[in-house]
Protein backbone atom coordinates (compact mmCIF):
# COMPACT_ATOMS: atom_id res chain seq x y z
CA UNK A 1 0.00 0.00 0.00
CA UNK A 2 1.14 3.29 -0.93
CA UNK A 3 0.84 6.21 1.68
CA UNK A 4 2.45 9.30 -0.19
CA UNK A 5 2.31 11.39 -2.97
CA UNK A 6 5.18 11.82 -5.21
CA UNK A 7 5.88 14.03 -8.04
CA UNK A 8 9.20 15.43 -9.79
CA UNK A 9 10.84 13.15 -7.91
CA UNK A 10 9.59 14.53 -4.04
CA UNK A 11 7.67 13.47 -1.38
CA UNK A 12 4.68 14.04 0.36
CA UNK A 13 3.44 12.75 3.10
CA UNK A 14 -0.33 11.62 3.85
CA UNK A 15 -2.11 12.35 6.83
CA UNK A 16 -6.22 12.81 7.67
CA UNK A 17 -7.84 14.64 10.18
CA UNK A 18 -11.05 13.49 10.90
CA UNK A 19 -11.55 16.24 13.47
CA UNK A 20 -11.25 19.13 10.75
CA UNK A 21 -12.36 16.08 7.62
CA UNK A 22 -9.36 16.82 6.04
CA UNK A 23 -6.34 15.58 4.17
CA UNK A 24 -3.24 16.48 4.37
CA UNK A 25 0.66 16.41 4.58
CA UNK A 26 4.21 17.89 4.12
CA UNK A 27 7.04 17.57 1.76
CA UNK A 28 10.25 15.67 2.47
CA UNK A 29 13.05 15.62 1.91
CA UNK A 30 13.61 19.48 2.04
CA UNK A 31 15.31 22.23 4.59
CA UNK A 32 11.82 24.18 4.78
CA UNK A 33 8.06 23.18 5.65
CA UNK A 34 5.76 23.01 3.16
CA UNK A 35 2.58 21.69 3.61
CA UNK A 36 -0.25 21.08 1.64
CA UNK A 37 -4.07 20.09 2.37
CA UNK A 38 -7.71 19.08 0.20
CA UNK A 39 -10.98 18.18 1.44
CA UNK A 40 -10.41 14.82 -1.08
CA UNK A 41 -7.87 12.60 -2.44
CA UNK A 42 -8.18 14.81 -6.04
CA UNK A 43 -7.78 17.75 -4.10
CA UNK A 44 -4.70 16.64 -1.77
CA UNK A 45 -2.93 15.72 -5.40
CA UNK A 46 -3.79 18.68 -6.96
CA UNK A 47 -2.60 20.87 -3.52
CA UNK A 48 0.79 18.34 -3.23
CA UNK A 49 1.95 19.06 -7.23
CA UNK A 50 1.14 23.10 -6.68
CA UNK A 51 3.59 22.77 -3.51
CA UNK A 52 6.01 21.43 -5.14
CA UNK A 53 6.12 23.29 -8.47
CA UNK A 54 5.89 26.49 -6.15
CA UNK A 55 8.47 25.29 -3.71
CA UNK A 56 10.85 24.81 -6.40
CA UNK A 57 10.12 28.13 -8.50
CA UNK A 58 10.57 30.29 -4.95
CA UNK A 59 14.07 27.91 -4.80
CA UNK A 60 15.14 28.76 -7.86
CA UNK A 61 13.68 32.71 -7.16
CA UNK A 62 16.01 32.79 -4.30
CA UNK A 63 18.84 31.24 -5.97
CA UNK A 64 18.79 28.31 -2.91
CA UNK A 65 19.38 24.33 -3.36
CA UNK A 66 15.34 22.91 -3.17
CA UNK A 67 17.14 19.76 -1.38
CA UNK A 68 17.91 19.04 1.85
CA UNK A 69 21.08 18.26 2.25
CA UNK A 70 22.35 15.22 4.16
CA UNK A 71 25.54 15.03 5.83
CA UNK A 72 26.22 11.21 5.36
CA UNK A 73 26.47 10.03 9.47
CA UNK A 74 23.39 9.07 11.53
CA UNK A 75 23.11 7.44 14.64
CA UNK A 76 21.05 3.81 14.21
CA UNK A 77 20.10 2.52 17.62
CA UNK A 78 19.82 -1.03 17.28
CA UNK A 79 19.20 -3.98 19.62
CA UNK A 80 22.80 -5.56 21.11
CA UNK A 81 22.22 -8.61 19.70
CA UNK A 82 21.54 -7.47 16.60
CA UNK A 83 24.65 -5.11 16.95
CA UNK A 84 27.20 -8.14 18.36
CA UNK A 85 25.39 -10.40 15.02
CA UNK A 86 26.39 -7.64 12.35
CA UNK A 87 29.81 -6.73 13.46
CA UNK A 88 30.13 -10.87 13.65
CA UNK A 89 28.77 -10.86 9.97
CA UNK A 90 30.99 -8.12 8.76
CA UNK A 91 34.19 -9.57 10.59
CA UNK A 92 33.72 -12.59 8.55
CA UNK A 93 33.19 -11.06 5.46
CA UNK A 94 36.40 -9.19 6.20
CA UNK A 95 34.80 -5.42 6.26
CA UNK A 96 33.75 -3.22 9.15
CA UNK A 97 30.70 -2.18 10.75
CA UNK A 98 30.13 0.60 8.59
CA UNK A 99 30.97 -1.02 5.40
CA UNK A 100 27.96 -3.51 6.09
CA UNK A 101 25.46 -0.88 7.33
CA UNK A 102 26.13 0.71 4.08
CA UNK A 103 25.99 -2.48 1.83
CA UNK A 104 22.74 -3.07 3.40
CA UNK A 105 21.43 0.17 3.52
CA UNK A 106 22.32 0.03 -0.35
CA UNK A 107 20.22 -3.15 -0.99
CA UNK A 108 17.37 -1.54 0.68
CA UNK A 109 17.27 0.77 -1.37
CA UNK A 110 17.42 -0.92 -4.80
CA UNK A 111 15.03 -3.38 -3.70
CA UNK A 112 12.40 -0.66 -1.73
CA UNK A 113 9.66 -2.97 -1.94
CA UNK A 114 11.13 -5.33 1.09
CA UNK A 115 10.01 -2.23 3.68
CA UNK A 116 6.23 -2.89 2.51
CA UNK A 117 6.01 -6.41 1.98
CA UNK A 118 4.22 -8.44 4.39
Known amino acids: MKNYLEYKGYIGTIAFSAED ?14 TFEGSSVKELEAAFK ?6 LETCKTLGKSPDKIYKGTFNVRVPQELHQ ?11 NLNEAVKK ?15
Open 50 to 55: EAVTDY
Open 21 to 34: RVFYGKLQGINDLV
Open 85 to 95: QTALLASKAGI
Open 104 to 118: ALSYMVKHENILTAQ
